[in-house]
């Protein structure tokens, strides 16, 4: 199996994730948008109603606007909502396209682990 490396950058970065390959830097990405749980809780909102306005997640959840804004700016820059702006609310939904290759990353990353070899 070819190793796919993530595009180079022209300057120095301090994590030197160009060295890792695309698929690692995306399970790297969503696994930091689902390190939190207030992360977690919002798209559980998301995912039972199926879209939302943000005031409406501030509502279901016991954060301040602000917070629930910094919380939705994660997980829309690792892609798993999307955001369209209707007048002076935004609506959020699952990124439905990176949601599912999110899962087939995961789900794939997970499964790699034999049990069988106990080695502790």
Not at 11 to 37: C, D, R, S, V, W
Not at 91 to 114: G, H, M, Q, R, V
């Amino acid at each position: 199996m070819q190793m796919v490396l993530a595009p180079k950058k022209n300057n120095m970065g301090i994590t030197k994730t160009e060295e890792f390959t695309i698929k690692q830097n995306k399970i790297a990405k969503y696994t930091k948008a689902l390190g939190h749980p207030a992360r977690v809780a919002i798209l559980e909102v998301l995912i039972k109603k199926q879209a939302c306005i943000c005031g409406d997640i501030v509502d279901e959840l016991p954060l301040s606007q602000s917070t629930v804004s910094q919380h939705l700016k994660e997980l829309k820059d690792a892609g798993l909502i999307k955001g369209d702006i209707d007048g002076t609310k935004v609506c959020y939904c699952i990124d439905e396209k990176e949601w599912e290759t999110a899962k087939s990353y995961l789900n794939t990353f997970f499964s790699t682990y034999n049990s069988k070899n106990k080695c502790c």
